[in-house]
C-alpha cells in the first residue's frame, strides 16, 4: 500500500510559479509510475504528466508542455510538478497518483491506469 501526499499549492498571479511535491510512504518508490492530474470545479480529473520509476521517461499534456516540468527523487521518495508561466485555466486541485508500470503514452492519461492517489492540493491562479 503506498500513501501520496501533497503539498505545495497556493494562490498566486498569472505568470507566476510553484513547486508541487508529493511524498510517498510504503512500497518501492522507485518501482512506481508517477504522474500528476488535476480537476477544476465541475470538469473532469484531466491527466497532466507523468515520470517513469526510473526518471528516464516523460509524458506531458498539451496543455502543459514547456511550461510544467515532472521530476522525481527515488532518495527521497518524491515526486515534484514545477509549474511556470500559469495561467487561469491552471487552477485546480492537483493530485499526485502511482501506477505500477509505464504504460502507452495514450494509457498513461488515463485515471484507471493509476492504483494509488493522494488528497490533492489546490493551485488558485488570480488574473
Known amino acids: 500500500q503506498v500513501q501520496l501526499v501533497e503539498s505545495g499549492g497556493g494562490l498566486v498571479q498569472a505568470g507566476g510559479s510553484l513547486r508541487l511535491s508529493c511524498a510517498a510512504s510504503?512500497?518501492?518508490?522507485?518501482?512506481?509510475?508517477m504522474g500528476w492530474f488535476r480537476q477544476a470545479p465541475g470538469k473532469e480529473r484531466e491527466f497532466v504528466a507523468a515520470?517513469?520509476?526510473?526518471?528516464?521517461?516523460?509524458v506531458y499534456a498539451d496543455s502543459v508542455k514547456g511550461r510544467f516540468t515532472i521530476s522525481r527523487d527515488n532518495g527521497k521518495n518524491t515526486v515534484y510538478l514545477q509549474v511556470n508561466s500559469l495561467k487561469p485555466e491552471d487552477t485546480a486541485v492537483y493530485y499526485c497518483?502511482?501506477?505500477?508500470?509505464?504504460?502507452?503514452?495514450?494509457?498513461?492519461?488515463?485515471?484507471?491506469?493509476?492504483?494509488?492517489w493522494g488528497q490533492g492540493t489546490q493551485v488558485t491562479v488570480s488574473s
Open positions: 497518483a502511482a501506477g505500477n508500470a509505464w504504460y502507452s503514452s495514450y494509457d498513461l492519461r488515463q485515471v484507471r491506469e493509476y492504483n494509488y
Open positions: 510504503g512500497g518501492t518508490f522507485s518501482s512506481y509510475t
Open positions: 515520470i517513469s520509476g526510473s526518471g528516464g521517461s516523460t
